[in-house]
């Protein structure tokens, strides 16, 4: 197989004649071509004068090798390699319990479908209910304010990202992200994730895709148990003997998976309290901007805005203050809705998610401020939760102790003064808003970066500081405020418990949690056997 790069198509080409493309780079005539397949496809937007699709294409032709020393010298034209998924060989230690997972996030899910794959039999235990149910409960909560503290948008099964854009992109490069997003596509995810440069499954989707890997544990024998959380843990010699579910039930347990997320606050309080090392770790607060999403295609594609196929535009902003505070966009949902993301009585907490069609009329994004343990104001190991909690907390009290969030247009927030009137965008948070100012629920600092960032990103994204702009706060839980110490075997502080993924602070996003799962299950396999 021959992988042939740079191949561009502009993208106002209706139907992309990549065959054409193909044999014209390859110089052959077409009975020399056997198939081809799409390894990759980019957009390059840097013309002023057209936008095009770059693919990468795996071709099948006729004498090969030939071909390659023909074009020998030629870059963009070599043989086509494949990460292939290497399972790890299982150690000799017996296992006298079935290992746990504590969360069925991407994290959790992904070691249990490692383990489970390997005959090790998991345990997958999930405080909130199953994808099905779990919908409905969030459904209520976004209509009529009526928060689940047990099962919510932090809560429940497929962990935080359910009720996301599903955006599969990340920042690390390891050769599991390619396992990962074969995984999804077997259990339902769109095809394209594999070769598309920025992948996403929608919430929709994903919810079933989360269904699918649910069945495919328990058809290789693990177990998924729903409404089942861990309210404390055993310990002896200084290493995991058991768990203890819903405050009654023990289990004896040797291994258990902590992929408990960035918001289980009360799951990091119990593991400080039984000795279990945990730190404080720098995470980002801020709030979400919505803007019409055709300001966005305009201001992204110029003339090409609205093409059919080019889809909706993102935007990927940074900026880096004199003061050394840095603000950034993050999690940016084309055509998607901005949604109450709370998980605890009495705060709000704002994120996005869009479907896979991505056609809601406005483009959000969480704009954000990092943070540190410095300004946490404490140096306990929890500081960085009761950090969030406190803006969490005013933010409920301003948006009228409702679960309404306090929303301020871009121009009034510039301007120092509180929103009266809403404009042209109008507010997708549910259950409702209230016009605000939103320093009074923000530090006086993020207030600062935020809006010499606006000004900065309205020059990259021209209408990024768009005075009707809505600006929804407060975006508190964009990753873990703690660390769970692990060694180089994947191990906390009290042997057997395994950190795993965002909430252990290993990992921020889907595919960086689901890796980081597989490494941990690595880590259980390569030591004990599967069971009997
Ligand atoms: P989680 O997904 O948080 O899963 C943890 C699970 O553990 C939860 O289901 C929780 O109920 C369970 N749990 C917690 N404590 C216990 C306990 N004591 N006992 C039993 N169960 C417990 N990332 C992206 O890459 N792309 C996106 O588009 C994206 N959009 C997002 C949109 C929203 C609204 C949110 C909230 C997050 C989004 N993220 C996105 C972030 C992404 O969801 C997380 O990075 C990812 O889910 C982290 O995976 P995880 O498995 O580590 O933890």
């Given at each position: 197989m021959l992988r042939v790069t740079g191949i561009k198509i502009p993208v106002t080409d209706k139907v992309p004649d990549l065959q054409a493309a193909l044999l014209q780079k390859l110089g052959i005539?077409?009975?020399?071509?056997q198939g081809f397949t799409i390894y990759r496809q980019s957009l390059d937007a840097r013309s002023r004068e057209m936008i095009y699709w770059v693919y990468t294409l795996d071709a099948r032709v006729k004498n090969e090798s030939r071909l390659l020393k023909k074009h020998a010298g030629d870059k963009t034209i070599s043989r086509a390699a494949y990460p292939v998924y290497q399972f790890v060989k299982p150690g000799r230690e017996k296992l006298p319990h079935r290992p746990v997972i504590i969360g069925t996030g991407p994290a959790g899910l992904f070691a249990g479908l490692l383990l489970a794959r390997t005959g090790y039999r998991p345990l997958l235990l999930e405080r909130g209910a199953d994808v099905d149910t779990r919908t409905r409960v969030v459904a209520r909560f976004w209509q009529e304010g009526h928060l689940d503290p047990g099962c919510n948008v932090q809560f429940g099964e497929g962990g935080a990202g359910t009720f996301s854009d599903g955006k599969l992109t990340t920042l690390i490069n390891d050769h599991r992200c390619r396992f990962v997003l074969e995984e999804l596509v077997r259990c339902g995810a769109p095809k394209e994730i594999l070769y598309y440069y920025r992948p996403h499954i929608g919430t929709d989707i994903l919810r079933l895709v989360v269904k699918n890997m649910r069945n495919e544990i328990t058809r290789l024998g693990g177990e998924v148990h729903f409404n089942t959380q861990i309210t404390d843990i055993a310990t002896g010699d200084n290493r995991l003997q058991g768990l203890v579910i819903n405050g009654t039930e023990k289990l004896p347990a040797t291994v258990a998976v902590l992929a408990c997320g960035h918001s289980a606050r009360d799951t990091f309080k119990l593991l400080v309290e039984r000795g279990v090392q945990v730190g404080p770790k720098p995470f980002s607060i801020g709030v979400r901007i919505e803007h019409p999403q055709d300001l966005i295609n305009v201001a992204q594609y110029k003339q090409f805005a609205g093409l059919e196929g080019l889809g909706p535009a993102d935007y990927k902003l940074a900026y880096h203050a004199p003061d050394g505070r840095s603000a950034y966009t993050f999690c940016m949902c084309p055509g998607g809705t901005v949604v109450a993301a709370a998980s605890e009585p009495g705060g709000v907490v704002t994120n996005g998610m869009s479907t896979y069609a991505r056609d809601g009329e406005n483009a959000n994004s969480a704009l954000l401020v990092g943070v540190t343990p410095e300004d946490f104001g404490d140096e306990h190991p929890l500081a960085g939760v009761e950090f969030q909690r406190r803006w969490e907390r005013l933010a409920f009290r301003l948006g009228g102790e409702n679960y309404h969030a306090p929303v301020q247009l871009v121009g009034d927030f510039l301007a120092g003064r509180p929103s009266e009137q809403l404009g042209q965008v109008r507010p997708t948070y549910r259950p409702g808003v209230t016009l605000q100012d939103l320093k009074k629920c923000l530090p006086a600092y993020v207030v600062a970066t935020l809006r010499e960032a606006i000004t900065v990103f309205d020059r990259k994204v021209y209408g990024f500081a768009l005075p009707e702009a809505v600006l929804t706060g407060v975006e508190t839980r964009s990753s873990s405020p703690v660390r769970i110490w692990r060694d180089e075997n994947y191990e906390a502080s009290t042997g057997g418990l395994y950190p795993a993924g965002e909430g252990a602070g290993y990992a921020g996003g889907i595919v960086s949690a689901a890796v980081d799962g597989l490494k941990v299950a690595e880590a259980i396999i390569s030591r004990y056997r599967p069971l009997e």
């Open positions: 005539p077409p009975r020399d071509l």
